[in-house]
């Protein structure tokens, strides 16, 4: 991605957010540009505070939304039970 690119960013907004974005815009009395420069500046500061699991979780999260793969409480606790017993076996497989 050039500077040209970071410059200016693009958004297409589903239309509940469109509507949400118009309502803050015009209590505000500001413009959407402001309002995303805003949001975008409280994202960077909240993950550039985060500690490096809280840098995982974020990332995890993010896989999870893109993908759908999981494992669920009882998979990972099952496996973790193993591991706390002695029994070095793979983690569970990951699926949607």
């Known amino acids: 991605m050039s500077d040209a ?10 239309a509940d957010t469109e509507e949400r974005l118009r309502r803050h815009v015009a209590k505000r009395g500001i413009s ?46 099952a496996w973790l039970a193993e591991l706390e017993a002695g029994n070095d076996i793979e983690p569970p497989e990951c699926h949607t």
């Open 5 to 14: 690119d970071i410059e200016k960013v693009l958004l297409e907004l589903d």
């Open 32 to 77: 959407a540009a402001t309002i995303a420069l805003e949001a975008l500046q409280h994202y960077l500061d909240w993950v550039e505070n985060l500690d490096e699991s809280g840098r995982d979780a974020v990332e995890a999260w993010g896989e999870y939304k893109r993908t759908g793969l999981h494992v669920t409480a009882v998979e990972a606790d």
